[in-house]
């Protein structure tokens, strides 16, 4: 099923079954993938059925199971380098400091 017509509790389900997948693959038991990275056994066997994680414990398995690069460039801006455009656009394009909302 395609990624933009999944339920966000869908994706997060997505993500523990292949964070299980790739500790499986890397040989690591969850009790020691719980050790190396930190994150308590409950909050990993949890994970791994539910979905449900903070986004640091995330990254703390991430980083073990070797998949933390990419988290890098999950809120990237792409900038369109060919367009010619004003100083005034330039500006514009400034990033916000604040939402409005």
């Known amino acids: 099923m395609a990624l933009f017509l999944q339920t966000p509790q869908q994706i997060a389900l997505h993500l523990g079954k292949s964070a299980q997948v790739?500790?499986?693959?890397l040989n690591l038991s969850q009790k020691s993938l719980a050790e190396r990275s930190g994150v308590s056994l409950g909050v990993l066997k949890k994970f791994e059925h539910t979905?449900?994680?903070s986004l640091e414990s995330?990254?703390?398995?991430?980083?073990v199971l070797e998949?933390?690069?990419k988290?890098?460039?999950?809120f990237?801006?792409?900038i369109q380098a060919n367009s010619i455009r004003s100083l005034d656009?330039?500006?514009k394009?400034?990033?916000r400091k604040r939402g409005r909302k």
């Open 22 to 25: 790739k500790r499986l693959a």
């Open 51 to 53: 979905g449900k994680i």
């Open 58 to 63: 995330l990254l703390k398995l991430a980083l």
């Open 67 to 69: 998949c933390l690069e």
């Open 71 to 74: 988290f890098h460039d999950l």
């Open 76 to 78: 990237k801006i792409e």
């Open 89 to 91: 656009d330039l500006f």
């Open 93 to 95: 394009d400034q990033p």
